[in-house]
């Protein structure tokens, strides 16, 4: 009897510890920024199944994908992504852009590629800063660890993931066609395609749970870094940005969608520099030099070699002897040569006027008279 009550002890602590791991797991996971409305996990991949930049375009503005959740000009209805897509010999740039008004519009993300020298394409697609924050980059990868942007507090290093070549991509192959050359979406503000009628933003947490499966992929991740940061400067000069974004921004007029709930952020990705640099040595800071922090040891002289000290003549040793015995300690005094030390006795001879030469000028060398 015993034995069948501690098994089931043990089976109703097993099942209320997985429901409460289960939810940890599940919950979401908010950058706190107007981003958070627009998954670009799921761009990327609407990305990779679309033949043309046409059908990229009307998929991200498909209510029935759940993808665009933007509202931008805070005006209670989602806001059209426009997609402008540009190619430049071995590289290609695939804007993603919303009018906020008549005449201003923002910049969302822009999906990048680059075709090396062996002929294998890269894509990454980056956040603009406005909305997602620095360096809010995504990749597709190779990588076995968990999704590095939704991991929680574990620490994934990127380091260990193989890069993923895109060339199997449909859109790929006709933005690298000689047909291609440029792609402006026909729509702007007030002037929509017939297909798309806007609908009203939904909340955060509703909106996670449509994505839910890309936090927790193996194929997107989070990068650390652009890869190809040239060909991204190129786009930078003609970014897109809106004032009343940020207003709206700092007043947390964005705030609103998170329906008063809050959410973790996800960790950063780690760098890819795991190599740690060299330590070098330096030399302590004397008592009264100024800034010097209250945790430092300046009575701690380390032997440097003299790379500063002027090239001076040589100097006669009746001249080295005045000159010694004018050195008088002081604390406000800056050490010229660091790398001598010498110990000064206390003494009560008034500062500054050297000792006389001895009156006995028989004694003296040099001086003698026959």
Not at 263 to 279: C, D, G, L, Q, W
Not at 291 to 316: E, K
Request: charged share 20%; with cysteine.
């Amino acid at each position: 009897m015993k034995k069948i009550i501690f098994v089931l002890v043990f089976l109703t602590t097993s099942l209320l510890c997985a429901s409460v791991f289960s939810q940890i797991g599940n919950e979401p996971l908010a950058l706190g920024l107007p981003g958070d409305n627009l998954n670009l996990y799921a761009v990327l991949d609407v990305f990779q199944k679309s033949p043309t930049l046409e059908e990229f375009e009307r998929r991200l503005n498909d209510k029935e994908s759940n993808i665009n959740n933007l509202d931008l000009n805070n005006d209670n209805v989602i806001d059209y992504i426009e997609v402008i897509g540009n190619k430049n010999n071995n590289s290609f740039s695939v804007v993603l852009r919303v009018a906020i008004n008549n005449y201003e519009y923002q910049d969302v993300a822009v999906i990048e590629g680059h075709k090396n020298y062996a002929g294998k394409v890269i894509v990454q697609i980056i956040g603009d800063e406005d909305l997602y924050g620095k360096n809010f980059i995504i990749e597709p990868s190779f990588s076995e660890n968990p999704n590095p942007g939704y991991v929680g507090n574990q620490r994934v290093i990127v380091t260990g993931s193989a890069i993923y070549y895109a060339n199997d991509w449909p859109i790929i192959a006709y933005l690298f066609s000689p047909v291609f050359s440029v792609y402006i979406s026909p729509w702007h503000w007030g002037f929509y395609p017939t297909y798309w009628h806007p609908w009203s933003p939904i909340f955060f947490h509703v909106y996670w749970d449509f994505h839910r499966h890309y936090y927790t992929n193996n194929f997107y991740r989070r990068s650390g870094y652009i890869r190809y940061p040239i060909s991204h400067s190129y786009y930078f000069k003609k970014r897109q940005t809106s004032s009343i974004v940020r207003q709206y921004k700092r007043d947390g007029r964005y705030n609103g969608v998170y329906d008063g709930r809050t959410y973790k952020k996800p960790m950063a990705p780690e760098r890819r520099i795991i190599t740690p640099s060299s330590p070098t040595r330096s030399v302590a800071p004397s008592r009264t030099q100024p800034g010097t922090p209250s945790g430092a040891r300046p009575w701690i002289h380390r032997i440097t070699p003299p790379t500063t000290r002027p090239a001076t003549q040589p100097v006669s040793p009746s001249t080295t002897r005045q000159a010694t015995k004018k050195v008088v300690p002081s604390a406000t005094r800056p050490e010229t040569r660091p790398w001598i030390h010498r110990a000064v006795p206390s003494t009560t001879r008034p500062v500054g006027k050297p000792v006389p030469p001895s009156s006995d000028k028989s004694e003296r060398p040099g001086n003698r008279r026959d």
